[in-house]
Nanobody
Framework: QVQLVESGGGLVQAGESLRLSCTASGRTFSSSAMAWFRQVSGKDREFVAAISRTGAAILYRDSVKGRFTISRDNTKNTAYLQMNSLEPGDTAVYFC?????????????????WGQGTQVTVSS
């Protein structure tokens, strides 16, 4: 089992930055690809970014490329999402997810474990 806990969400103005953290319990973090998804109430959960077990492979949705950076520290069992130049359209609940695989995926069904989510609100 893997338990994931997100932190770092909050309310910011457009153009500002936030860094989300996802800390995992259990022994499988270093064996897992990690990802961030987000969801707006009433809409489907959507892929944001993913990183492979070693960090060699990284994926982003097009709208966040150049603004968001995903990373991980396997010594701390933690994944991060650095979000710069935030826009009101980035407002959502952000979820961390883990996949027991070397390589990342972009679909919700690719992931086995989920955190509870952290709210990110960007005002204009």
């Amino acid at each position: 089992q893997v338990q994931l806990v997100e932190s770092g969400g909050g309310l910011v103005q457009a153009g500002e930055s936030l860094r989300l953290s996802c800390t995992a319990s259990g022994r499988t973090f270093s064996s897992s690809a990690m990802a961030w998804f987000r969801q707006v109430s009433g809409k489907d959960r959507e892929f944001v970014a993913a990183i492979s077990r070693t960090g060699a492979a990284i994926l982003y949705r097009d709208s966040v490329k150049g603004r968001f950076t995903i990373s991980r520290d396997n010594t701390k069992n933690t994944a991060y999402l650095q979000m710069n130049s935030l826009e009101p359209g980035d407002t959502a609940v952000y979820f961390c997810a883990a996949r027991i695989s070397v390589n990342p995926g972009t679909a919700v069904l690719d992931y086995h474990y989920w955190g509870q989510g952290t709210q990110v609100t960007v005002s204009s």
